[in-house]
């Protein structure tokens, strides 16, 4: 298994108390609360994290991209992918992802992933998403044409990856008369792609299709949703005709180990409910614009809808299998569990989420190191982490 | 005053339509919330005129057909229309989105119209203010927030739609007003310039507390509309044909009659 450590980059100097009164911290919680100050030591933090994990033996390390939020401090993910370029020489670099649809133009995020590709010397690891509703309404891009802006920007980036240039592209969104990309990437044909989700069928369709076998990751849920959306995945290429191999799957999941199960609960606790309860919390117009996912997936999620509203502690994301904490003993069963019956090559372990602080994210991460990652890097089923 | 409701398949696309009255001919078109019902000001008006309802491509009962992508679209749909039910020409009643619309057929086709009813429209953008954020309001504000009579509001969210039929056609409803007006936000950049095409007569009404479209866009229309008058309501909220029924029936029957 390829384990990576992925880091959000939460605003973990927000001040909860302050801000409490605001509904969400997406959109519109005024950026007064953003203290530039303390924004330089957490970027510098969270990069010294990121350039730990190689230290440590983590096969990768992984950022994401968000907007206009205290949720995640990564408008463009492709700046720490950079910067991690140039400070890590072995582990691969994912960028999960950058989210096409927003982008005015997308060969600039295919000149920007071939920049990361080539300074590394062929270790990035693209993703692609759509971006999650809350951010077409701070770009105001719509959100009925995310689908379509997704799949032409994809088609766009691919080919200028992989095709001889100049060429033209024609499409419904963009329309190039020469591509012609300088530079071009480093890894052949192109990097490998990754599809980041909270499990859409749209999304299953279309990263299992058997032109793109692009490497599924099912994002922080519940571990029975987890293995639903897998094995959809499984199901839907097996009815395309093919055998999907662990390679093309992925769980991202925030872990938290420390001496005793008892004492990994007493710590993370708190900062682990900041982060499910307060930072990922939006109202259900934020999160699901009209379009933004299909009226029959719109109205299932509106059945589950109070369900979702709903504060959870951490004894019971526990039990739902939403974070892996205790004992390294507990954790590594408790994984090893998961992969036995999931099957899934490639595990983005959340280290840091919430408010935790620096030192209980570097001792997580140490003990997880020395604890969990050998055992979990030994599981080989499938190849690397080299899906295209 | 009886309607009579009726399919209309016009360039791929099949449209519902309710039709009372006689006299002369007036569209009605419909803003975000669709024309499900037939209301009390469409029975007034059905009295003294011809009263055509459509409910407009991507509504209600009506199809989605896969050419909609834009105002100008349904505005192009419209005009064929109008030939097709052999109108040469109309007065129009649009309110809200349904007044954008109407403005987008008559910079278009000038000639066909006898006179625009606009209410709380859509379609420009007075520089720094926004209207309301219907995207982002829950069912519940959305509901308060269109009316100031909060009496009705509470009425309305007594009886939400029941049916599946009914709360289907709502999400298709808002599917496709955020397809047409998500971005830019209810209005068109390029429609202003050319507002000198609407030379008809036209009347521009408006709650003063609409909290969807705010009455600045009145005020600015009434500037740039060659031959437009701007009628308030004080205590009248988005949709003045509900809350105002009967005054509002009134006002637009002596308007269309003397146009």
Redesign the interface.
Known sequence: MNVILFHLMGYADLDFEATKQYETVW?NLPNSFYDPVKGHKLYNRYLDELEYAEELGFDGVAVNEHHQTAYGLMPSPIVMASALARRTKRVKIAILGSALPLREHPMTVAEEHAMVDVISGGRLISGFVRGIGAE??TF??????SHDRFHEAHDLIVQAWTKPGPFSFSGRHYNVDYVNLWPRPYQTPHPPIWVPSQGSKETIDWASHPDRRYTYLQTFSPAKTVEKYLQSYRDTAADYGYEAADSQLGWAVPIYVSDTDRQAIREAKHHFELFRNRLLKM????LL???YTS?DS??RVMAAKAMLSQDLTIETAIEMGMIICGSPESVRQRLEEYWKSMRFDNLLTMLHFGSLPEDLTRRNMKLFAENVLPALQSMKAGSGATAT | MGFEESYIQLNGCRIRMRRGGKGQAVLYLHGANGAMQVQPFMNELAKDFDLLVPEHPGFGYSDEPDWLENIQDLAYFYLDFLKEQKLDTVHVIGSSLGGWLAMEMAIREPSRFKSLVLVGTAGVRVPNILPGDI????PEQMVRNTFFDQAIAEKMLATPPTTAEEQ?AQ??N??T???LA????LFDPFLAKWLHRIDMPVKLIWGENDKIMPPAVGRMLAELLPQASLQTYENCGHLPQVERASEFSAVVKKFIEEA
């Open positions: 959109v077409y309404h105001g891009i719509n959100p009925t044409i109202p259900f117009e934020m614009p009209p379009g009226r719109l109205k | 995207f982002l309001w829950s289907d999400l298709k808002r599917h007003v955020a397809k998500w971005q830019p936000r």
